[in-house]
């Protein structure tokens, strides 16, 4: 078991950790997924529900990892210029994909197949780096859902 700085959110049973630094915007995507609902690639709209807002607790089960909040922080989203709110959670989910939050310019256009993995506690996921900032964010996750076969 590890203690992440990160955020969680979930789509049905399907856990995405939001990696980043500190002010790169996890929270404010979180809210944004929360909120509204999409399709990605797909004809199913999704919406999610938070999991852990800035810490998640990731605990391995044989080649399966699920995120959770630690009880201090569960049901707890930070909103920028709002303060920390509670909201409906969902106690713990599979964890699925992964989004590294960077800048722009940061971020390659056209990544070669390894760049879209990540290794978390020794298991390798699908991985997408995002811009928080960026208006179509929320909608790319949604896609990279739907391409990743996770929804």
């Not at 807002?53 to 080649?63: E, F, K, L, T």
């Not at 590294?100 to 991985?127: F, H, K, M, N, Y």
């Amino acid at each position: 078991m590890s203690l992440l700085h990160a955020s969680c959110v979930a789509f049905g049973d399907v856990g995405v950790l939001i990696r980043g630094k500190s002010g790169s915007g996890k929270s404010s995507l979180c809210l944004r997924l929360i909120d509204g609902e999409g399709f990605g690639l797909g004809t199913t709209a999704l919406r999610a529900k938070l999991v852990a807002d800035d810490q998640v607790v990731i605990s391995p089960s044989d080649s399966t990892l699920f995120a959770s909040p630690p009880t201090a922080l569960a049901g707890k989203l930070e909103i920028r210029g709002l303060g920390i709110i509670a909201l409906p959670h969902q106690p713990t989910a599979h964890l699925g994909m992964v989004i590294d939050l960077l800048s722009a310019g940061e971020i390659e256009r056209l990544p070669e197949p390894a760049a879209l993995q990540a290794t978390v506690e020794g298991v390798t996921l699908p991985c997408l780096a995002l811009d928080a900032f960026d208006v179509a964010a929320a909608a790319k996750l949604r896609a990279a859902l739907n391409h990743f076969g996770l929804v």
